[in-house]
């Protein structure tokens, strides 16, 4: 008994159980919602998120043995609304940047479908942010965090992120490159300052959400989008057709963004190894 304990016990083995049950409930979810118009594919979503979450739940609380203090009620609304607003600064300041070196040109679609695209737009960017973060930033991320420590946390999820964004249309190593440090590193940096699932998931949503509504490729996904784009210039500075993320300019931005955010969270730990309690075998 204690040999099969252990085995589930290790990292690897959660995370895999883990990632494949809810990558079984998105699949299943996904082929759902493509059948389905209107508010009903977002309510689907939302469910799918909270099954998703409940798994997570499950898999670090019976096979991980531990809490999961990262996706506690506590905080959740104030760190969520933090993550939309980093993500939609982000977002802005890097499509203003482009639009300033000429590169992006924006027109109001004028579509009468305002309330479609937006439903659409929320329910695709809500599903994304929630199960690629409890992926990533939850289970694997903490897998490699307590396997060889949080360096090595940060460089095999942003690789990993990168990676899984190359089968997309108009992905170039390029762009698996510039996923891999502007979303990996980003999305790792602020998982390591605010220890909290619902901070990146936010950050990811908004990140997602805005690009959509500018009506700019999400990682190569065409977006019907509140406005079209006129593209100009080199891929390097527009992205190209994979969209926004095969820019120089978030890449850049993401990391002036990710440096705070290391060093917070390197004051954090130091302020929390601090507050340790002293041993009383230490104390005089």
Request: charged share 10%; no cysteine.
């Given at each position: 008994m204690k040999n099969k304990v252990s085995f589930w016990r290790f990292p690897i083995v959660w995370m895999i159980v883990g990632t494949i049950g809810m990558s079984l409930i998105d699949t299943l979810f996904r082929q759902l919602t493509e059948r389905l118009e209107g508010i009903v594919p977002l309510i689907f979503t939302l469910v799918m998120g909270f099954l998703a979450m409940l798994v997570y739940k499950l898999t670090l609380t019976y096979l991980a043995r531990r809490s999961t203090p990262e996706i506690s009620r506590r905080h959740a609304g104030i760190e969520t609304v933090l993550g939309v607003l980093t993500g939609a600064i982000f977002i802005a300041a890097s499509a203003i940047i482009i639009i300033a070196l000429g590169g992006y040109s924006f027109q109001w679609a004028g579509s009468?479908?305002?309330?479609?695209?937006?439903?659409?737009?929320?329910?695709?960017?809500?599903?994304?942010?929630?199960?690629?973060?409890?992926?990533?930033?939850?289970?694997?991320?903490?897998?490699?965090?307590?396997?060889?420590?949080?360096?090595?946390?940060?460089?095999?999820t942003s690789l990993f992120f990168g990676a899984a964004h190359l089968g997309n249309a108009g992905a170039t190593l390029w762009s698996a490159f510039a996923i891999a440090l502007e979303a990996g590193v980003l999305l790792g940096a602020a998982f390591l300052w605010r220890r909290n699932l619902w901070f990146t998931m936010g950050l990811h949503f908004a990140w997602n959400a805005m690009e959509g509504l500018l009506g700019i490729?999400?990682?190569?996904?065409?977006?019907?989008?509140?406005?079209?784009?006129?593209?100009?210039?080199?891929?390097?500075?527009?992205?190209?057709?994979?969209?926004?993320?095969?820019?120089?300019?978030?890449?850049?931005?993401?990391?002036?963004l990710s440096i705070p955010m290391l060093i917070g969270a390197a004051r954090n730990q130091r302020s929390n190894v601090g507050n340790l309690p002293v041993p009383k075998s230490q104390q005089t």
């Open positions: 009468g479908n305002t309330g479609f695209v937006l439903i659409t737009t929320i329910q695709t960017a809500l599903g994304a942010a929630i199960v690629e973060e409890l992926i990533f930033r939850g289970l694997l991320f903490q897998a490699m965090e307590q396997w060889g420590g949080k360096a090595l946390a940060l460089a095999v490729p999400v990682s190569g996904h065409a977006a019907a989008g509140l406005f079209t784009v006129k593209v100009n210039g080199a891929a390097l500075l527009t992205g190209g057709d994979f969209g926004l993320e095969g820019s120089i300019v978030p890449v850049v931005v993401s990391l002036l």
